[in-house]
């Protein structure tokens, strides 16, 4: 759940919440830290289904993030609900599926705030963050491309549409 006197909040959404969305919510953790912006931005992750419910991330997804400074550990899966719609600003998904499983939880006037998280990419040349949980590293690491590409996009995007002061 979002936390509370944020301007501004952004939830990740994957199908599991083990993988995908825990990189990216500690990537933009990582940059919102770095910004000094937590008193502004607030993050989340969430998963469409529940096979994981209070499990940590993949320990790949760990590993390769802990490799390039990122923190997961504090993180616990959890599953995404028709209060985070109503709560969150943006909820970014990593695939076409989880969008059509986000949008059913939406009423008409949230559908909106749903995006494809590579939307905001500066360079990946794709829709889509790929599952890599039945992959090997070299998935994890692709995934963390991604992520950080379009994390960094994301924090442009809202500092330059969202009428937030933020210098990145």
Do not use: W
Request: net charge negative; charged share 25%; with cysteine.
């Amino acid at each position: 759940m979002k936390e509370d006197s944020k301007e501004f909040n952004v939830l990740f959404v994957c199908m599991g919440n083990i993988c995908r969305s825990p990189m990216a919510h500690g990537v933009f953790l990582s940059l919102i830290r770095k910004h000094r912006l937590q008193p502004v931005i607030g993050v989340d992750s969430a998963g469409t289904h529940a096979y994981h419910i209070g499990e940590p991330p993949d320990p790949r997804a760990s590993d390769i993030a802990s490799t390039r400074g990122y923190d997961l550990e504090h993180l616990r899966a959890r599953r995404v609900g028709a209060p985070d719609i109503a709560e969150f600003d943006l909820i970014l998904v990593m695939d076409h599926q989880n969008q059509r499983d986000v949008l059913r939880l939406c009423t008409e006037d949230q559908k909106d705030k749903v995006r494809l998280l590579l939307d905001f990419a500066l360079n990946a040349g794709t829709e889509e963050v790929p599952d890599p949980y039945y992959g090997g590293t070299k998935g994890f690491e692709t995934v963390l491309d991604l992520v950080e590409d379009a994390c960094q996009g994301l924090l442009e995007h809202i500092s330059k549409h969202h009428c937030l002061k933020i210098s990145v």
